[in-house]
């Protein structure tokens, strides 16, 4: 595999239709196998949840995943693609449990973002937060991902996929005790007006962002060994709250408003004043209100 046609893919990638990413991927990968690692790696692909046969339903990714079952973040339980848990004689020795204490702190993220997630996104949405060890001890740093999906359930359909990969490193290049947090922020959108199969706006935007905190100065905590785990939380949720805001403004203000004003400039001939004219100022509205709804 060369690096021209990685960047190939990746650009063709992003001129295909959005609402059929694992498609897409699929196609890609048939035209070149030897690219399958990278673009696996690289592409986000649309959230899916499974419903447990018991516990809270979760959502499934690449960091949770061996072969078709799914690890649950809320009693840490791999489910078949049926939705059936797999028992500890049926689990295999080569499936990822996080340690002990790893599995503490997947506990605080999942509970801490769910009540995010009811803040922020409200009934039709769901959470998930995986954690792995990336260094021999926690203290050292480790890596995880925060997981949001909401779909509309009402009215014309739509999903919005919010993506959030980091990593946490101490800092040793500093006197002063420190962590460095590294993000990389996905949201896949997909809206589509189910009165008519041709009107439907989606895509996704990426961006990464790095940040230091040191443990001296983390605003009103008093640190301990003991709270490193609630340290690390504070400051990756200010994180990913940082991030959605900034991906979300950048959807509505910047791609979506540039949208609207290319669909204003197409409207304006001539041929579609009148009924058709209504239908299209309609059509703009609808797809306004399936944006604020997400």
Not at 44 to 66: E, H, I, M, W
Not at 186 to 194: E, G, N, R, V
Request: charged share 25%; net charge negative; proline share 2%.
């Amino acid at each position: 595999m060369s690096d021209l046609q990685y960047q190939a893919a990746l650009r063709l990638f992003k001129r295909l239709d959005p609402s059929k990413i694992p498609e897409n991927l699929i196609s890609l990968i048939s035209l070149e196998p030897a690219l399958s690692d990278d673009l696996l790696n690289d592409i986000d692909q649309p959230l899916k949840v499974k419903s447990a046969t018991k516990g809270k339903d979760f959502l499934c990714c690449d960091y949770n995943r061996d072969a078709d079952n799914h690890r649950s973040p809320w009693d840490n339980t791999y489910y078949t693609a049926e939705g059936t848990a797999l028992s500890e004689t049926e689990s295999d020795e080569e499936m990822y449990y996080p340690s002990e204490e790893l599995r503490l702190y997947e506990k605080l993220f999942n509970d801490s973002f769910e009540v995010y997630k009811d803040m922020y996104y409200e009934q039709g949405s769901y959470s998930s937060c995986y954690l792995w060890e990336t260094e021999e001890s926690l203290k050292e740093g480790f890596a995880g991902c925060v997981l949001f999906k909401k779909s509309l359930t009402t009215g014309d359909g739509g999903n919005w996929d919010s993506i959030h990969v980091f990593e946490v490193l101490q800092n040793t290049d500093s006197d002063i005790q420190a962590y460095e947090y590294r993000i990389t922020s996905t949201i896949i959108l997909d809206l589509q007006q189910k009165a008519s199969s041709t009107s439907k706006i989606g895509g996704n935007l990426q961006r990464q962002a790095e940040k230091t905190v040191s443990l001296d100065v983390a605003d009103g905590f008093e640190f301990n060994s003991s709270h490193l785990d609630a340290f690390h939380l504070t400051n990756l949720g200010n994180i990913v709250e940082d991030m959605e805001n900034k991906l979300r403004t950048m959807l509505e203000v910047v791609y979506f408003d540039k949208t609207m004003n290319i669909y204003r400039n197409l409207v304006k001939d001539s041929s579609l004043h009148g009924s058709s004219g209504d239908y299209h100022r309609d059509l703009q509205e609808n797809i306004a209100k399936g944006i604020s709804n997400i």
